[in-house]
């Protein structure tokens, strides 16, 4: 059944990614033949259609196997991002579990008094309309300082963008136990932290794991952003910045990159929702 | 009520008076450099030095943020029903929906620029729309999917079609999952909007402010300047607020276990 | 249109009717099994039996929610499909379903808003059902602002608004406390009485069955069929009735009923 | 330390850790710095170097003078704006004689090398401070404020190529290179030079100085270590680019070497582009001139983008010096007098 | 440590007992009033009453989940905060409260885990719960994967995993369909017996409190106060007791009483 449905969705998808290149090459066969104007009318298209503007998703699919030069090597591209994105993954990880870390710290401290709520809320949603163009340099001068290297500042820029659905969303879901089962702990005279471990925490877990998606995603675009902004050698977020000052003269590899760092979003999300499914749902199928 | 509000209000403008406080103590204690993070009170100054250009350029970026967040809205929306009717759309699009929240803004607004122009607003807005978008769609389609079987039924009862349950049932059952996604969606239509600037476009915008004030390690300007993307941020997430009290009565005036 | 055969005075009538869910798959239920019953107009039937044995299965295939897998259902000389699009039942379910989004007389008007009707019409129609509820004064509360047994009270309202001929209700008082449930069954007695409706009432209840009806119709399990039917005669009732040792007799009869069923 | 008879030589007691932070990634810009570190060059003056890229965000100066990095490679007029705001750092050696920076057109459009023509014209530029040159000759040509749009560019040069803007801002070993390496969709091959038009901000006289090193001025003042420190790098640095300007092509290869995703034609133009930027140098590679020096501080003052001139400690010769003495000790040619760019031929995409 | 005057032999003893919900406020409720109750070791009593008379306050009460606002509440002698601490009681609530994310054996573990017992002895413990609410072959099966009715036997046994010598249950069948309902109070009686803990039982239903209790405690509403004290005596109980006038005479005094409190 579930094995059916997967080859179900799996199927969707690449019916609609067929349907996409298809309409992709479609849209640009038409401006070729109409000179960028809607068919039979005076109105330019929205988006013009010559290669550079829109290259054929033939080559920018060709792109992918072509060599590039790679410091003393030479790879071919999907090799190139791929070790470009192990990187960034690598760094999105430390980001995701600090961001995971400090996101609880907070739902906790929120949840323990109820000025702190009151009073942080609202701060917390300000704090994400920082851009990190003035938060990066305290970041990477800091983390120089301690003579770490710039990936735990990249990192520390991932966890800026991932504590924050997990500190809302984990408050929520630490506030959802029925007041019965706080009065339940309550009875058997448990601590606060001991009904914090046994009930509160594990409640939260439908609410923490969909934070937990969001903020898998966050944690690439946040290190991709970091590598960006701070600039390191490597990493996917490198590879965007070298290729989309080319792009006048090469499209396609910019093209390929994008791909690469949504493709490394889906797996993120898709390793969170394995976990989710061995942490949650494993054996506990409602027998119908 | 009066009371309420004073006890919602406090506690995060005491919250703001305590960090700036001590933003400030600590500057000045651990003799913190203003080129790297000025004071709260150099940013003031700042503020009121450069309020003329400040204002000129948030009230351009708000515009760009704004009318990209309403288009954003209306395309989310729209696409949540469109994949509530035809339920295949859901499974064929859902993971490109998050392909594309998984492409961070320095990558899609070179594209955008490309395809867009440079020189007018839309690529901009195309960048807000891409990132409020995601919020919405998933939140609204979430919405209109998960409604009480019960509901239907009773609708089935009264021989209603699928857009009369659309109407009545499955539309006002994604209101408070749509709101939801307009806290998410607010604040981040700012933030887009400003990222996207960094990349190019008329130059009298907010963004323009904080990279130029940046680029000399001016930073008591480029903080002024968050300040006020701060401030329309939260503009935002208030009429979020406020419009999703005025869109459902029957939340606030019903809801015994809010208070 | 073709004069129908059947006799006019026959409300619901099933005729051999199976139901099996997810046919042919891992997972198929039998649901029911040659199912056959007739409710004449004006009856008060309650449909009582374990947890699982098709009770609201029953209650969808009149309410034509399903459709049978074998053998037919007619309500008032119709198809089953026929009478849902003429709007010849109310139906209440367990949860009084009432939509949060609209306040309580919006959701009494909500099927006569879906027939059309004037809007002066729709609120001098909710306005005597809010009568007959005795909600009067809540008629611009929001459900959320409601006991669980005023919700119920709407509910029934809505079911009753448009007058339909039949009244089909799925645990309606299920969620209720023992006193108000009382209180509601007399309240809907009462209702019964002055409206001259068919009523097809499930419950779990025992004395509730016994109670309400003119015909409790006791079900029997995997798969559902019909084990007996008992015809209760307690006169007009009223709450000392069921301090009368008929009723205490009615409720013995059933009990006894249900047990066998449980033990087979 | 090591005495001095022995600096340059190699023998070392010890070996000093050193960061250099650029202003951007990896590429022939800074190919003296990866050649001196690649091909031991730092070694020879016991220093360790190590080189940290630019990003989007990363303001040289600002690194330096918070301590987080040693010595930077900043623009002078930046770095004398965050001078003012505090950042006690000072120019050791200006390595860019000449700036770099173009506005670019196309030859159609008839702007030509006139600032002047830029009235009423769209005109782009990045920002972040890489504009002074530009206001200031825009200024001086007459063309006020207001009478001409300033545009925002992208990294790369698409607003040029649809023709969105009308001059772009390029330097003259980057994105001028972009537009030679790009196809031209009328003839289905490259553009060529003779297709644009440039104005050069040396010829109309706003130029300002551009990358130098500057080192933390706190720090010279109190630690006689780092002053040496100061002076060994400064050699080392000069004798990487004294070594580009004799080994192009090594230099290229150095910069490959480390990651840059710049073709090797592109490359190899930039290498080109850049040792035309400091050779030659008529008082020695590194000095600072006090007239370009002046010319700078003049065009930033009139644009209000530095409130007054420096004072004296902005900048000093007396480490370049230094190591120019120990250099021509060496025998490393450091005035180039016989400098002469090479014609680069660019290929598609930069390859 | 003082000893205490009181006869040990009264497990609960309430005198005076006030309880006033946010004093001072606009929303002030008085929900109880001078409440007097003794309940004996051994003694099983319910407390029966229409909705919002004070039941649940008064169960908290007990269980020192809320604390009153005047008069005293002793357990066993002592205050009701030392009795919670010293665990002397267990409690089951109306929705059984299990946690879904723990199977039923460790939900059963869960006051065990609490307590400290080391990981051998709660699996013993958990193995002789599951016997004596028979359900061993299920202990593995997580909540959502049993019935109403098996879910409210593992919250009993939960509640009785500490050998609490009181058992304080606050509608505990209120969600179950009425033949399961009849077959768990039959189950409760035989652990009660078996236990020989003490029990306060609030329900909603006549014929349950008739059923089960030793003695019933009707309470009137706004502000609750104790309306009258039923002592009932079915001797040893069993599914026939159902169908003896004996009990039907037992219900007709509980409901003539909730009557006059609903009347007054
Ligand atoms: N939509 C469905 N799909 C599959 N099986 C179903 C479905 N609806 C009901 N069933 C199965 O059909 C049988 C009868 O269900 P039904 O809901 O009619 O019982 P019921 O008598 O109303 O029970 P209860 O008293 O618990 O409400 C059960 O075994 C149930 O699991
Ligand atoms: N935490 C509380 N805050 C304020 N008022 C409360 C609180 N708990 C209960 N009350 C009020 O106290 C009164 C008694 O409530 P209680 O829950 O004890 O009633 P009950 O008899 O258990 O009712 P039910 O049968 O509906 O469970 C009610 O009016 C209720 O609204
Ligand atoms: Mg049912
Ligand atoms: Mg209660």
């Known amino acids: 059944m579930t094995k059916r449905k997967a080859l179900r969705t799996a199927l969707t998808v690449l019916v609609t990614l067929i349907l996409f290149v298809l309409f992709w090459e479609g849209y640009k066969w038409m401006g070729q033949q109409t000179d960028d104007h809607w068919p039979g009318t005076g109105f330019g298209l929205p988006v013009s259609t010559d290669d550079l503007t829109m290259p054929h998703s033939g080559d920018i699919f060709k792109e992918l196997t072509d060599d590039i030069r790679a410091g003393r090597e030479t790879l071919p591209m999907t090799v190139y991002l791929a070790k470009k994105a192990g990187f960034t993954f690598l760094e999105a990880a430390i980001g995701f579990s600090l961001g995971v870390i400090v996101g609880l710290v907070l739902a906790i401290f929120m949840l323990r008094w109820r000025f702190a709520e009151r009073g942080f809320l609202p701060w917390i949603n300000v704090s994400q309309t920082v851009p990190l163009i003035a938060l990066a340099p305290i970041v990477v001068t800091w983390a120089r300082l301690q003579g770490y290297p710039d990936m735990v500042g990249i990192s520390l820029i991932a966890t800026y963008l991932t504590f924050f659905p997990v500190a809302v969303s984990g408050l929520r879901g630490l506030q959802s136990p029925d007041s019965s089962d706080v009065e339940l702990m309550h009875s058997y005279a448990a601590s606060w932290s001991s009904t914090l471990i046994k009930l509160r925490l594990p409640a939260a877990r439908p609410f923490l794991f969909p934070a937990f998606k969001l903020a898998a995603t966050l944690s690439v675009v946040g290190s991709i952003v970091g590598e960006i902004s701070i600039g390191t050698k490597t990493g996917l977020g490198r590879a965007i910045l070298d290729f989309a000052q080319r792009y006048a003269v090469w499209p396609e590899r910019l093209y390929s990159s994008v791909i690469a760092a949504s493709l490394l979003g889906l797996f993120v999300f898709g390793l969170v929702n394995a976990a989710e499914w061995l942490v949650i749902k494993r054996g506990r199928e409602v027998l119908k | ?259 | 249109m073709i004069e129908n055969s059947e006799n006019l005075e026959e409300a619901v009538s099933i005729r051999a009717a199976d139901k099996v869910f997810n046919p042919d798959s891992d997972n198929e239920v039998q649901a029911l099994l040659g199912i056959d019953l007739d409710i004449k107009e004006g009856d008060f039937i309650s449909l009582i039996g374990p947890s699982g044995c098709g009770k609201s299965t029953l209650l969808r295939l009149i309410a034509d929610l399903l459709v049978p897998t074998a053998g037919e259902v007619k309500v008032f000389g119709k198809t089953a499909n026929q009478a849902r699009l003429d709007q010849d039942y109310g139906m209440v379910f367990q949860h009084s379903g009432l939509f949060d989004w609209r306040d309580v007389s919006a959701n009494i008007e909500l099927p006569l808003e879906l027939k059309g009707w004037s809007k002066a019409d729709r609120q001098a129609r909710s306005r005597e059902m809010l009568e007959l509820v005795r909600l009067e004064e809540f008629k611009d509360h929001y459900p959320r602002q409601l006991s669980g047994g005023m919700q119920q009270r709407v509910s029934i309202a809505r079911a009753l608004s448009f007058e339909p001929r039949l009244l089909l209700m799925d645990e309606p008082f299920g969620a209720l406390d023992e006193m108000t449930r009382e209180h509601m069954q007399v309240e809907l007695l009462r209702i019964w009485r002055e409206t001259g409706t068919t009523v097809v009432f499930v419950t779990h209840s025992i004395p509730e069955a016994a109670f309400l009806s003119s015909k409790v119709v006791v079900l029997s399990p995997r798969p559902g069929r019909i084990h007996s039917e008992i015809t209760v005669d307690l006169g007009s009732r009223s709450d000392q009735t069921r301090e009368d040792p008929k009723f205490f007799q009615a409720t013995t009869e059933v009990r006894e009923a249900l047990r066998a069923v449980e033990a087979s | 330390g090591s005495d001095e008879a022995a600096v340059g030589s190699g023998d070392c007691d010890s070996v000093d850790s050193v960061s250099l932070q650029l202003q951007w990634v990896t590429q022939a810009q800074f190919a003296g710095y990866f050649a001196a570190v690649d091909r031991g060059i730092y070694n020879d003056y016991c220093l360790d170097v190590t080189i940290l890229e630019g990003g989007v965000d990363i303001v040289p100066q600002q690194q330096l003078a918070s301590g987080a990095v040693d010595f930077a490679i900043s623009w002078v007029p930046k770095a004398l704006v965050s001078r003012e705001q505090g950042a006690d750092i000072v120019n050791v050696a200006q390595v860019f004689q000449r700036s770099g920076t173009l506005q670019v057109s196309w030859a159609d459009a008839g702007i030509g090398s006139d600032p002047a023509n830029l009235r009423g014209k769209k005109v782009g530029n990045w920002g972040w401070g890489n504009e002074f040159e530009l206001v200031a000759g825009l200024r001086d040509a007459g063309v006020e404020d207001g009478s001409y749009e300033m545009v925002g560019q992208s990294f790369d040069m698409m607003a040029l190529l649809n023709r969105e803007i009308d001059a772009a801002q390029a330097m003259i070993y980057n994105e001028y290179a972009q537009v030679l390496e790009a196809k031209n969709p009328a003839t289905g091959r490259l553009y060529e030079a003779s297709d644009l038009a440039i104005i050069d901000w040396n010829d109309v006289g706003t130029a300002m100085l551009q990358d130098a090193i500057w080192a933390s001025g706190e720090r010279l003042a109190s630690d006689p270590n780092y002053e040496d420190i100061t002076t060994r790098f400064v050699a080392g640095s000069l004798e990487g680019w004294a070594h580009c300007r004799d080994n192009a092509g090594d230099c290229v290869d150095a910069v490959l070497d480390n990651g840059s995703a710049l073709g090797e034609s592109h490359q190899e133009w930039q290498m080109n582009e850049i040792n035309n930027l400091i050779w030659p140098s008529p008082d020695g590679a590194g000095m600072i001139s006090s007239d370009a020096w002046s010319q700078t501080v003049e065009v930033a003052t009139t644009s209000g983008d530095l409130q007054a001139a420096p004072d004296s400690g902005a900048y000093t010769n007396e480490y370049v010096e230094a190591a120019l003495d120990i250099l021509s000790g060496k025998g490393v040619q450091t005035f180039g007098s016989g400098w002469q760019p090479k014609s680069v031929t660019l290929r598609e995409g930069g390859e």
């Not at chain 2, 309403?70 to 392909?99: M, S, Y």
């Not at chain 2, 409604?147 to 109407?167: C, F, K, Q």
């Not at chain 2, 993307?229 to 869109?247: C, D, Q």
């Open chain 2, 1 to 259: 009520m009066k009371n309420l509000r004073t006890a919602s209000v406090l506690p995060p403008v005491l919250v703001g008076i305590i960090g700036l406080a001590l933003w400030e103590g600590a500057v000045t204690v651990f003799e913190i450099k203003e080129f790297l993070l000025p004071k709260p009170s150099s940013i003031w100054a700042r503020l009121i030095d450069e309020w003329a250009v400040l204002r000129h350029a948030t009230w351009e970026t708000g515009k760009i943020a704004i009318s990209g967040l309403l288009i954003g809205i209306l395309l989310g929306v729209l696409l949540a029903l469109i994949t509530n009717r035809f339920k295949v759309l859901n499974d064929g699009l859902t993971p490109f929906a998050i392909a594309i929240n998984a492409t961070p803004i320095v990558a899609l607004a070179p594209i955008f620029n490309v395809w867009f122009g440079l020189t007018g607003t839309f690529s901009n807005q195309a960048v807000v729309i891409a990132v409020v978008f995601f919020p919405v769609f998933i939140n609204t389609g979430k919405g209109l999917n998960e409604v009480h079987p019960n509901e239907i039924e009773l609708m089935h009862s009264y021989a209603s079609g699928d857009w009369t349950i659309l109407r009545e049932v499955r539309i006002p059952n994604a209101l408070p999952f749509f709101a939801n996604s307009l806290r998410l969606a607010a604040p981040l239509s700012v933030i887009a909007a400003i990222v996207a600037e960094y990349f190019g476009g008329p130059q009298d915008r907010i963004g323009n402010v904080i990279t130029s004030s940046a680029g000399f390690a001016k930073y008591d300007v480029a903080w002024a300047a968050i300040a006020m993307a701060s401030g329309l941020g939260l503009l935002l997430f208030g009429s979020a607020l406020v419009t999703e009290r005025l869109s459902m009565p029957w939340r606030i005036s019903g809801d015994i276990k809010d208070n």
